[in-house]
């Protein structure tokens, strides 16, 4: 089942725009190795969940995996042959905003090169370029 | 215990955005010094040198060239992506002197509770403890070799650098050997067409319909 918000203030949001880099949640912090996005972008919730499956089918029992996005925006589409006007579509899927920089996923319990298969496999499901970092001494 | 780096730094007369980016450009790093009630002195210190420095895990350095002190690094600022050291925080420090310094916690060998179905779960990964700034230890090596499932090892059992004192709660718990649960099964119908609900909808409605 893919992740959406309990509860929302407003079923439907403006589109916005991602400036600048993340400040907040980019560093690895339940793990020892995290995917970190390179660029910004949106996350489907779908997408999420198949970036979930992908790693825990790799590592199993072994590690565990923190999924640190949430998709808290909804996106709204009109529907194919609708003409001009009659207002805002309706909510379509669930999307994770996120900036340069910010940390997707960890795994912990898992040795390096394990972690690297793991994420390899994950970032084939992912729209946006991402690298693998470690958790920082300092 | 953490080896002393040296820093070879220069003193910095400017200030602000884009001289300290034209500093990092030209291989440097703004750094600050403060401490001990004496006055704040702005710094330089090559990149190669704090780049040595993290990648040592040292916390104190010995300053020399525009200023001879022995310092603390009591921050390090990084850009968005973890890969550059944006500034450097360095504060006057005595050998004796207790620092409040945060030290990684690494797990050593393999808990008996993983042969029992277990997952060995790293909790805390780092330790906030008082010590002397000449014996700051680089990490602390945790042996897990006796965690047997649903046990825990706290702070307060960890043994520490002598003359270290722990700040972190003596509760908390460092590592845990747990049971794996099941991962939820992928159905393969994800439904789209649930929506979450909608705050204060409901209310607002009801007063309508009593009007």
């Known amino acids: 089942m893919a992740m959406m918000p309990k509860r929302v203030k407003h079923r439907k949001s403006q589109r916005g725009r991602i400036k600048g880099n993340a400040t907040r949640g980019?560093?690895?912090?339940?793990?020892?190795?995290?995917?970190?996005?390179?660029?910004?972008?949106?996350?489907?919730?779908?997408?999420?969940?198949?970036?979930?499956?992908?790693?825990?089918q790799y590592v199993r029992g072994e590690g565990r995996l923190y999924i640190r996005m949430f998709p808290d925006k909804s996106v709204t589409s009109t529907p194919l042959e609708t003409r001009m006007g009659k207002g805002k579509g309706e909510p379509d899927y669930w999307a994770a905003v996120v900036k340069p920089g910010t940390v997707l996923y960890e795994l912990g319990g898992v040795t390096e090169q394990q972690a690297k298969i793991c994420f390899a496999r994950l970032a084939h499901k992912m729209p946006i370029r991402v690298r693998l970092v470690r958790r920082r001494a300092v | 215990?953490?080896?002393?780096?040296?820093?070879?730094?220069?003193?910095?007369?400017?200030?602000?955005?884009?001289?300290?980016?034209?500093?990092?450009?030209?291989?440097?790093?703004?750094?600050?010094?403060?401490?001990?009630?004496?006055?704040?002195?702005?710094?330089?210190?090559?990149?190669?040198?704090?780049?040595?420095?993290?990648?040592?895990?040292?916390?104190?350095?010995?300053?020399?060239?525009?200023?001879?002190?022995?310092?603390?690094?009591?921050?390090?600022?990084?850009?968005?992506?973890?890969?550059?050291?944006?500034?450097?925080?360095?504060?006057?420090?005595?050998?004796?002197?207790?620092?409040?310094?945060?030290?990684?916690?690494?797990?050593?060998?393999?808990?008996?509770?993983?042969?029992?179905?277990?997952?060995?779960?790293?909790?805390?990964?780092?330790?906030?403890?008082?010590?002397?700034?000449?014996?700051?230890?680089?990490?602390?090596?945790?042996?897990?070799?006796?965690?047997?499932?649903?046990?825990?090892?706290?702070?307060g059992e960890i043994d520490l650098p002598k003359g270290a004192t722990l700040v972190t709660d003596k509760s908390a718990v460092i590592v845990q050997c747990s049971e794996v649960h099941a991962q939820p099964e992928e159905t393969g119908v994800v439904d789209t067409s649930a929506e979450p609900e909608v705050i204060g909808r409901k209310e607002s409605a009801e007063e309508e319909g009593s009007e």
């Not at chain 2, 500093?23 to 990149?47: I, K, M």
Request: aromatic fraction near 4%.
């Open chain 2, 1 to 155: 215990m953490s080896n002393k780096e040296s820093f070879h730094v220069q003193l910095r007369d400017v200030k602000g955005t884009r001289k300290s980016r034209a500093l990092r450009a030209s291989g440097l790093v703004p750094a600050v010094l403060y401490g001990h009630g004496q006055e704040c002195v702005n710094l330089t210190v090559p990149v190669k040198e704090v780049d040595a420095m993290i990648r040592h895990g040292s916390r104190v350095v010995e300053l020399s060239g525009g200023i001879t002190e022995t310092a603390f690094v009591k921050e390090v600022q990084w850009n968005a992506f973890g890969t550059d050291v944006l500034h450097l925080d360095l504060t006057r420090v005595n050998a004796k002197e207790l620092v409040d310094v945060t030290v990684r916690v690494e797990l050593r060998g393999d808990a008996p509770g993983t042969h029992q179905g277990g997952m060995v779960n790293h909790v805390l990964h780092e330790l906030e403890m008082m010590c002397p700034a000449s014996d700051i230890p680089e990490k602390i090596d945790l042996d897990i070799n006796h965690l047997e499932l649903d046990q825990s090892i706290t702070a």
């Open chain 1, 26 to 56: 980019n560093t690895v912090v339940f793990g020892d190795f995290g995917l970190q996005a390179v660029e910004g972008g949106w996350i489907k919730a779908q997408t999420i969940e198949a970036g979930r499956i992908a790693a825990q």
